[in-house]
């Protein structure tokens, strides 16, 4: 079992750059763990095929540490209702494992990484209420599952399955620029 519930444990400040493994615990131990929205309790054998990092309700700062995904055998991230900056690490997509990833409430900033769409055992995805822009991925094996409550609470973030296209999130843009770039094609699709 390697699962490191850190939640509402008060922490601030950035989270560190670099990762010990976690000690093992006897398997007699009886861990609450939640993933998927469940809380749920666990002891015996089966904590030897579960592994998680939870570090929501704290007060993290800064960005994500690409390190994490590097933790291949992490099945579920929780890094919710912090105050975490800077963009969605790509590094995430070699997570071949997980399963549950909630980066909602923070101050994340830029796209959606289009490499996550390689998270084929990912059943919950989270990343509402952020500052992230651009495209929702293409709703496709398992981002065809996630529904709009992944994805709200942000103001430039547009695609199914939110009702806000291309066109509408400009408009809300306090800074509208004149560029021809690709990234001001992403979204030029209308969705209602």
């Keep these: 079992m390697e699962y490191l519930p850190y939640t509402h444990k008060g922490f601030s400040g950035k989270i560190a750059n670099s990762h010990e493994d976690p000690e093992y615990i006897d398997a007699e131990v009886e861990i609450e763990f939640v993933t998927k929205y469940r809380h749920s309790s666990y002891k015996g054998s089966i904590l030897r095929y579960m592994s998680g990092l939870d570090f929501s309700c704290n007060n993290l700062t800064g960005g994500i540490p690409l390190a994490l995904g590097q933790i291949s ?98 408009e809300l843009d306090p800074t509208p620029t004149q560029s021809s770039n690709e990234s001001d094609k992403k979204c030029n699709t209308p969705y209602f």
């Design 73 to 170: 055998s992490l099945r579920a991230l929780n890094l919710s209702y912090n105050h975490l900056t800077g963009k969605i690490p790509t590094t995430f997509s070699k997570l071949a494992l997980l399963e549950s990833l909630d980066l909602s409430h923070n101050s994340l900033s830029g796209e959606i990484p289009s490499a996550l769409i390689d998270l084929t055992f990912l059943e919950v995805f989270n990343v509402a209420n952020n500052n992230l822009s651009g495209k929702v991925l293409d709703m496709k094996a398992q981002f065809g599952t996630f529904e709009k409550s992944s994805y709200e609470g942000n103001l430039f973030l547009c695609g199914p399955p939110l009702d806000k296209s291309y066109a509408k999130v400009k």
